[in-house]
């Protein structure tokens, strides 16, 4: 009882800090607009005077339609330019968008969820056919009735901080209690990312006690402040293969901390490998021994942040290649390399299993693998990445307990881990069943897909991995005979990935409740992804949108991809598709 009383007054005493400190913000941002010395009409006048060009009232500024051009004259009726007038006529290509059908343009999926129990504006407000009152009745407030201070999540951040400091409460107890208007780590089943993540969202406040709540999670205090640097960076940007951006608006899942990777590639094999020279201070042309100390002339050269930045590379990426490191450190890459000898020493680089003993050694197959349900996203929901200790082995691990493989994006202590799939061995295209990537409903995993050359966008043989490397074809948007449509502005040929279909991932019950507007404008852009959510390309959307609707004529058809642990969709060519060539795919019998 005694420590929730004192719980509820650290709460009271951060609302009462953040309240005094926000009426002196705001007294000195509004002091600050005022002007020190305002000045007078006259010297306003004056300063505006001294912008403009001159021009002489009585000058004589013509157009002459027939040549083109129009005169100025100077006040003794010198002329002091012609400058041509060029005639540009726009005929509008397509006509008029139709009241509430506007969309933003997008080229990847954004994680909407579930709308918003607050009415923004009533659709169709002019249109006696619709229903307003049954569209009302769907939600509970009006946007502009509430009373919500964005500055909440700020105070929850310190509260939370207070309340660990003094009381020992974790995050999870803290969420528990509902001391706090906020939910600290939220629930990314049910769309909630919580003020941990959702804080990296916006422009931070200047509020003295905001610098110790920071919202990710904080290193040891014996960490280089470089690394302390990179964690927060890191803990900003989406681990997605396919994402790496900062306060992903895509993926739901908590950016885990990258592990550090142990080194596998001993110096004397850098020294013996067949790349050419990066430049005259490679490493490959000097032939001092690896593990030779870096001498007392070259050391005053590299700093302590230097080091740092050395030492916090190949704590991450100890296998990099020297020439890649100098180009990271920008020092010259035999300095790099013999420092990398003496933080790497070869000793303690774990030996490699001999080829006989991983021969002989018997290949691990994952526990509580699904194949069968991975192959259909009507029945496989795709799960947050995992990061735990332990080997991926029991349902302590996310993607054991779904019965799913660890993607890219996973932390697993133990690498390589057992369930992380070992990618294909294809010589071709990846575009028949006999690759396994492609036979699995998957596109080629870039980092273990090697042989088919998944990662290389510009010259990779792969043909399993367009959604991700994003190169569609040249498409244009012309009216049709069903309106807008979709119109090849290449020739496609058969089998070729065409686009993606894009839009907002939402779930089904606000696919049911845009159901009332897309009835009323008897168009829908709803597209099932998986048993969990559709994609709605209604507010936002790429081209593929305009794609109209043929059973006997369709020369496209879509597919959904598993793509590094999310589903997406792609179009793929039926047949060879003509420059100018409507596209058109069948909508499917739910459709109707």
Not at 185 to 190: C, K, M
Not at 341 to 365: E, G, S, Y
Not at 437 to 452: F, K, L, S
């Given at each position: 009882?005694?420590?929730?009383?004192?719980?509820?007054?650290?709460?009271?005493?951060?609302?009462?800090?953040?309240?005094?400190?926000?009426?002196?913000?705001?007294?000195?941002?509004?002091?600050?607009?005022?002007?020190?010395?305002?000045?007078?009409?006259?010297?306003?006048?004056?300063?505006?005077a001294q912008r403009r060009p001159f021009i002489h009232p009585d000058a004589?500024?013509?157009?002459?339609t027939e040549e083109d051009f129009f005169e100025l004259q100077d006040i003794?009726?010198?002329?002091?330019?012609?400058?041509?007038?060029?005639?540009?006529?726009?005929?509008?290509?397509?006509?008029?968008?139709?009241?509430?059908?506007?969309?933003?343009?997008?080229?990847?999926?954004?994680?909407?969820?579930?709308?918003?129990?607050?009415?923004?504006?009533?659709?169709?407000?002019?249109?006696?056919?619709?229903?307003?009152?049954?569209?009302?009745?769907?939600?509970?407030?009006?946007?502009?009735?509430?009373?919500?201070?964005?500055?909440?999540?700020?105070?929850?951040?310190?509260?939370?901080?207070?309340?660990?400091?003094?009381?020992?409460?974790?995050?999870?107890?803290?969420?528990?209690?509902?001391?706090?208007?906020?939910?600290?780590?939220?629930?990314?089943?049910?769309?909630?990312?919580?003020?941990?993540?959702?804080?990296?969202?916006?422009?931070?406040?200047?509020?003295?006690?905001?610098?110790?709540?920071?919202?990710?999670?904080?290193?040891?205090?014996?960490?280089?402040?470089?690394?302390?640097?990179?964690?927060?960076?890191?803990?900003?940007?989406?681990?997605?293969?396919?994402?790496?951006?900062?306060?992903?608006?895509?993926?739901?899942?908590?950016?885990?901390?990258?592990?550090?990777?142990?080194?596998?590639?001993?110096?004397?094999?850098?020294?013996?490998?067949?790349?050419?020279?990066?430049?005259?201070?490679?490493?490959?042309?000097?032939?001092?021994?690896?593990?030779?100390?870096?001498?007392?002339?070259?050391?005053?050269?590299?700093?302590?942040?230097?080091?740092?930045?050395?030492?916090?590379?190949?704590?991450?990426?100890?296998?990099?290649?020297?020439?890649?490191?100098?180009?990271?450190?920008?020092?010259?890459?035999?300095?790099?390399?013999?420092?990398?000898?003496?933080?790497?020493?070869?000793?303690?680089?774990?030996?490699?299993?001999?080829?006989?003993?991983?021969?002989?050694?018997?290949?691990?197959?994952?526990?509580?693998?699904?194949?069968?349900?991975?192959?259909?996203?009507?029945?496989?929901?795709?799960?947050?990445?995992?990061?735990?200790?332990?080997?991926?082995?029991?349902?302590?691990?996310?993607?054991?307990?779904?019965?799913?493989?660890?993607?890219?994006?996973?932390?697993?202590?133990?690498?390589?881990?057992?369930?992380?799939?070992?990618?294909?061995?294809?010589?071709?295209?990846?575009?028949?069943?006999?690759?396994?990537?492609?036979?699995?409903?998957?596109?080629?995993?870039?980092?273990?897909?090697?042989?088919?050359?998944?990662?290389?966008?510009?010259?990779?043989?792969?043909?399993?991995?367009?959604?991700?490397?994003?190169?569609?074809?040249?498409?244009?948007?012309?009216?049709?005979?069903?309106?807008?449509?979709?119109?090849?502005?290449?020739?496609?040929?058969?089998?070729?990935?065409?686009?993606?279909?894009?839009?907002?991932?939402?779930?089904?019950?606000t696919v049911d409740s845009r159901s009332e507007l897309a009835n009323h404008?008897?168009?829908?852009?709803?597209?099932?992804?998986?048993?969990?959510?559709?994609?709605?390309?209604?507010?936002?959307?790429?081209?593929?949108?305009?794609?109209?609707?043929?059973?006997?004529?369709?020369?496209?058809?879509?597919?959904?991809?598993?793509?590094?642990?999310?589903?997406?969709?792609?179009?793929?060519?039926?047949?060879?598709?003509?420059?100018?060539?409507?596209?058109?795919?069948?909508?499917?019998?739910?459709?109707?």
């Amino acid at each position: 009882m005694e420590k929730s009383d004192s719980a509820r007054r650290i709460v009271e005493e951060t609302w009462q800090d953040f309240y005094e400190w926000e009426k002196k913000d705001t007294e000195a941002t509004i002091a600050s607009l005022a002007a020190p010395n305002p000045l007078s009409y006259q010297e306003m006048a004056t300063i505006d005077a001294q912008r403009r060009p001159f021009i002489h009232p009585d000058a004589d500024i013509s157009a002459d339609t027939e040549e083109d051009f129009f005169e100025l004259q100077d006040i003794d009726g010198s002329t002091l330019a012609r400058p041509p007038i060029k005639t540009v006529v726009i005929e509008p290509k397509l006509s008029p968008v139709s009241p509430y059908e506007s969309s933003s343009l997008t080229n990847r999926n954004i994680h909407w969820g579930d709308d918003s129990n607050h009415m923004q504006f009533m659709p169709f407000a002019e249109d006696p056919r619709f229903a307003h009152l049954d569209h009302a009745e769907q939600y509970k407030y009006f946007a502009w009735s509430t009373n919500f201070d964005p500055n909440t999540e700020i105070v929850v951040l310190e509260a939370a901080r207070r309340l660990k400091e003094s009381c020992g409460l974790s995050d999870r107890e803290i969420d528990a209690s509902d001391l706090l208007q906020m939910k600290l780590l939220g629930d990314s089943s049910a769309g909630d990312l919580g003020v941990r993540f959702t804080r990296n969202m916006r422009d931070p406040l200047s509020w003295p006690p905001l610098a110790a709540s920071a919202s990710s999670p904080q290193p040891d205090q014996e960490t280089s402040s470089l690394k302390k640097e990179f964690l927060d960076m890191a803990s900003y940007f989406c681990s997605n293969l396919n994402c790496v951006t900062p306060c992903c608006s895509v993926h739901l899942n908590p950016n885990h901390m990258p592990r550090e990777v142990p080194a596998k590639v001993l110096n004397r094999r850098l020294l013996n490998s067949s790349a050419a020279p990066c430049g005259d201070d490679c490493f490959f042309n000097h032939t001092s021994p690896a593990s030779e100390v870096v001498t007392t002339e070259n050391a005053a050269k590299w700093s302590s942040d230097d080091m740092d930045v050395l030492t916090l590379t190949l704590d991450y990426s100890p296998d990099l290649f020297p020439c890649k490191l100098a180009e990271i450190c920008m020092k010259p890459c035999r300095e790099v390399f013999k420092h990398r000898a003496n933080i790497i020493p070869d000793d303690q680089v774990p030996k490699r299993p001999t080829r006989k003993a991983a021969f002989q050694q018997p290949r691990m197959r994952p526990a509580n693998l699904k194949e069968e349900d991975i192959r259909d996203p009507n029945i496989f929901r795709p799960n947050a990445p995992c990061s735990h200790d332990g080997r991926c082995a029991d349902d302590s691990c996310p993607c054991f307990a779904n019965g799913a493989y660890c993607e890219a994006a996973c932390r697993c202590e133990h690498r390589p881990c057992i369930r992380r799939r070992r990618g294909c061995n294809c010589q071709r295209t990846c575009r028949t069943k006999i690759c396994p990537c492609y036979a699995a409903g998957m596109e080629c995993d870039p980092e273990v897909c090697t042989n088919c050359e998944a990662a290389d966008a510009v010259l990779g043989r792969c043909k399993n991995a367009f959604i991700q490397r994003g190169v569609c074809k040249e498409l244009e948007v012309k009216e049709s005979q069903w309106g807008r449509g979709l119109f090849a502005a290449e020739t496609i040929k058969k089998g070729e990935f065409i686009s993606e279909y894009v839009g907002e991932l939402i779930y089904d019950a606000t696919v049911d409740s845009r159901s009332e507007l897309a009835n009323h404008r008897r168009r829908s852009y709803v597209f099932r992804l998986n048993s969990e959510v559709s994609i709605d390309s209604s507010y936002i959307c790429n081209e593929t949108r305009y794609m109209n609707h043929s059973k006997e004529d369709a020369n496209c058809i879509p597919e959904v991809k598993l793509v590094n642990g999310e589903h997406r969709i792609s179009f793929h060519a039926l047949r060879t598709i003509a420059l100018g060539e409507e596209l058109l795919f069948n909508y499917g019998d739910e459709f109707w």
